[in-house]
């Protein structure tokens, strides 16, 4: 029943990343697009989470700390950037 | 009782994230796109680290998936916080039905 479950929420979480895409490749700006790459790396991490809790494999949860800290580090360096530079 | 519990807490978190994903697909300029992403994959992102923690149910991995609660806890806001003033003073233009611009009217007043 829980394959059935953590299938379903796999799936959830695919389409959320492809309506996060739709809105990277829209734009119209800059942080229009950070905004979604912000946004594809917590639905990243979500997947890898709970691909951890349905195969039981520990170490996907150390790929997910390092994925949540470098999207931080991503979304932080290119809003500094925006704030410098032409937005368009 | 704990593969529903974790049943639940996933579908309840992939529900957030797909609204999450929904609000910055639909929502009208980039302010309220990133208002939708923060709030909403947070929310998400912990229901799904409490489904996996119950699931995998030893101590390592609980605190693992603490860490990251508290991680994207304390960084979503200020990675929002930092978009949302950066696009502000890049001029991005606001939503044509925006109500209030207390920065704008603050500086309107003193000229």
């Known amino acids: 029943m829980?394959?059935?479950?953590?299938?379903?929420?796999?799936?959830?979480?695919?389409?959320?990343?492809?309506?996060?895409?739709?809105?990277?490749?829209?734009?119209?700006?800059?942080?229009?697009?950070?905004?979604a790459m912000d946004?594809?790396?917590?639905?990243?991490?979500?997947?890898?989470?709970?691909?951890?809790?349905?195969?039981?494999?520990?170490?996907m949860l150390d790929a997910a700390i390092v994925i949540a800290l470098i999207g931080f580090l991503g979304t932080v360096a290119?809003?500094?950037?925006?704030?410098?530079g032409d937005p368009q | 009782m704990?593969?529903?519990?974790?049943?639940?807490?996933?579908?309840?978190?992939?529900?957030?994230?797909?609204?999450?994903?929904?609000?910055v697909l639909r929502m009208p300029d980039v302010f309220t796109r990133m208002q939708a992403s923060t709030k909403a994959s947070t929310l998400g992102l912990g229901c799904l680290l409490i489904g996996a923690a119950l699931q995998l149910g030893d101590f390592g991995s609980l605190i693992r998936a603490a860490s990251i609660g508290a991680f994207v806890?304390?960084?979503?806001?200020?990675?929002?916080?930092?978009?949302?003033?950066?696009?502000?003073?890049?001029?991005v233009p606001l939503w044509k039905?925006?109500?209030?611009?207390?920065?704008?009217?603050?500086?309107a007043r003193e000229h």
């Open chain 1, 78 to 84: 290119y809003a500094t950037y925006v704030e410098r």
């Open chain 2, 97 to 107: 039905g925006t109500v209030l611009d207390e920065r704008r009217a603050d500086s």
């Open chain 2, 2 to 23: 704990t593969d529903i519990l974790t049943a639940t807490v996933w579908l309840v978190g992939s529900a957030f994230a797909l609204l999450a994903a929904a609000g």
């Open chain 1, 2 to 35: 829980l394959e059935v479950i953590s299938d379903t929420t796999l799936v959830t979480l695919g389409v959320a990343l492809v309506l996060a895409f739709i809105r990277l490749v829209k734009g119209p700006t800059l942080p229009d697009r950070i905004v």
């Open chain 1, 39 to 59: 946004l594809f790396g917590m639905l990243v991490v979500g997947l890898i989470v709970v691909l951890a809790g349905s195969t039981g494999v520990r170490a």
């Open chain 2, 73 to 91: 806890l304390l960084t979503t806001p200020v990675a929002g916080h930092v978009i949302a003033r950066a696009s502000y003073f890049a001029d």
